[in-house]
C-alpha cells in the first residue's frame, strides 16, 4: 500500500535562512509526488510536482524539491524563508504503478512551517 | 478555469440534524471530483470521490453520503450530523488548474456541530 510520512509536526526558522520539511514515501510502482500548502481557513494550493525527468522540480513562490530515488524522499526546500511563508505544508504521492482504474492521492500528516522575523 | 466553488464557507449545526454542503466546478467536462475532511487542522482524510454523474466511491463508513446529480456538482450530506462531523471540507478537482495530474481545491466549508 502507498503511503506518505512527514516526520516533523513543526520546523522553526529564522527568516532568511534556508528551510527544509521532510516528506518519505512508499508505492509499489513509479511515484508522481505533490507539495502543496494551505493557509489558515483556505484550501490547498499546488506548489510544485514531480512526474518524470529531472529530480530537481522548482515550484511556485522560490520553493523547489528534490526527488530521491534510493532514499524514497521528496523535501521541499527554500534558499531563505520569509515570514509569509509560515503556513501548513503536504506532501502527497499516488503511485501509478498501483492496479485498477483509480490511483488515489495519499496526503502525509502536514508539517506546520513557522518563519520567525 | 478550473475554478471550484462551495459553499456555505461556515455552518454551525446541531447535533442531529442534516447537512447539506455543495461544490460546483468550471472548466473541463467530466473531472474527478473528491471531498475531503480536514480535523484540527492537519490531515486530509479523503472520504468520496466520483468519476461521473451518479458515480459515488466511498472511502470510510460513517453517517456522511455524497451525490453528483451533474457532471459539475457535488453534494456532501448527512441525514443526522454527530459531533465527530466537525470538521473543515474540502472539494477538489481532476484535472486541476496546474495540469492532468493536480488536484485543484476549493476554498473549503467549515462546519461546527455543537
Known amino acids: 500500500a502507498q503511503s506518505v510520512a512527514q516526520p516533523e509536526d513543526q520546523v522553526n526558522v529564522a527568516e532568511g535562512n534556508p528551510l527544509t520539511v521532510k516528506c518519505t514515501y512508499s508505492?509499489?510502482?513509479?511515484?508522481?509526488l505533490f507539495w502543496y500548502v494551505q493557509y489558515p481557513n483556505r484550501g490547498l494550493q499546488f506548489l510544485l510536482k514531480?512526474?518524470?525527468?529531472?529530480?530537481l522540480v522548482k515550484g511556485s513562490y522560490g520553493f523547489e524539491a528534490e526527488f530521491n530515488k534510493s532514499q524514497t524522499s521528496f523535501h521541499l526546500k527554500k534558499p531563505s524563508a520569509l515570514v509569509s511563508d509560515s503556513a501548513l505544508y503536504f506532501c502527497?504521492?499516488?503511485?501509478?504503478?498501483?492496479?485498477?482504474?483509480?490511483?488515489?492521492?495519499?496526503f502525509g500528516a502536514g508539517t506546520r512551517l513557522a518563519v520567525h522575523p | 478555469s478550473q475554478t471550484i466553488h462551495q459553499w456555505p464557507a461556515t455552518l454551525v449545526q446541531p447535533v442531529g440534524s442534516p447537512l447539506s454542503l455543495e461544490c460546483t466546478v468550471e472548466?473541463?467536462?467530466?473531472?474527478?471530483l473528491y471531498w475531503y475532511r480536514q480535523a484540527a487542522g492537519r490531515g486530509l482524510q479523503l472520504l468520496f470521490y466520483?468519476?461521473?454523474?451518479?458515480?459515488i466511491s466511498s472511502e470510510v463508513p460513517q453517517n456522511l453520503s455524497a451525490s453528483r446529480p451533474q457532471d459539475r456538482q457535488f453534494i456532501l450530506s448527512s441525514k443526522k450530523l454527530l459531533l465527530s462531523d466537525s470538521g473543515f471540507y474540502l472539494c477538489?478537482?481532476?484535472?486541476?488548474?496546474?495540469?492532468?495530474?493536480?488536484?485543484?481545491f476549493g476554498a473549503g466549508s467549515r462546519l461546527t456541530v455543537l
Open positions: 502527497a504521492v499516488r503511485d501509478m504503478g498501483s492496479s485498477g482504474g483509480y490511483n488515489q492521492l495519499i
Open positions: 508505492v509499489s510502482g513509479n511515484p508522481y
Open positions: 514531480y512526474i518524470t525527468g529531472d529530480n
Open positions: 472548466g473541463t467536462s467530466n473531472p474527478n
Open positions: 466520483s468519476v461521473g454523474i451518479g458515480q
Open positions: 477538489a478537482r481532476l484535472p486541476g488548474l496546474s495540469g492532468a495530474n493536480v488536484l485543484t
